[in-house]
């Protein structure tokens, strides 16, 4: 079974830092890309960023860039978002995602994993 897992979510100070993970199994690691998404109440999901394990390529939303990090470590089927700089308007609940090629809208994805809850306090 596909399985993603979620983790690294908090309360932050506005400034701060957090380091997410998104540990995976079941899947051949380096043929997939990974996403995170991020979803507030009432929103749709929002890709953040993206990599791609096959080539090394990397995304992110403008929204994010020069403020979060996206990184693989296939050793141990991880992948991590370092997320340095945070705005109370990062405050959501983010997921990865797991499918063959980078996108960004949620529905091109077929494999999820529950949410992480961050919250950055003003």
């Known amino acids: 079974d596909v399985q993603l897992q979620a983790s690294g979510g908090g309360l932050v100070q506005a400034g701060g830092s957090l380091r997410l993970s998104c540990a995976t199994s079941?899947?051949?690691?380096?043929?997939?890309?990974i996403a995170w998404f991020r979803q507030t109440p009432g929103k749709e999901r929002e890709g953040i960023s993206c990599i791609n394990n096959s080539n090394g390529k990397t995304f992110y939303v403008d929204s994010v860039k020069g403020r979060f990090t996206i990184s693989s470590e296939s050793a141990n089927n991880t992948v991590y978002l370092q997320m340095d700089s945070l705005k109370p308007e990062d405050t959501a609940v983010y997921y990865c995602?797991?499918?063959?090629?980078?996108?960004?809208?949620?529905?091109?994805?077929?494999?999820w994993g529950q949410g992480t809850l961050v919250t950055v306090s003003s």
């Open positions: 079941g899947f051949t690691f380096d043929d997939y890309a």
């Open positions: 995602a797991a499918e063959t090629a980078c996108g960004s809208s949620a529905y091109l994805f077929e494999y």
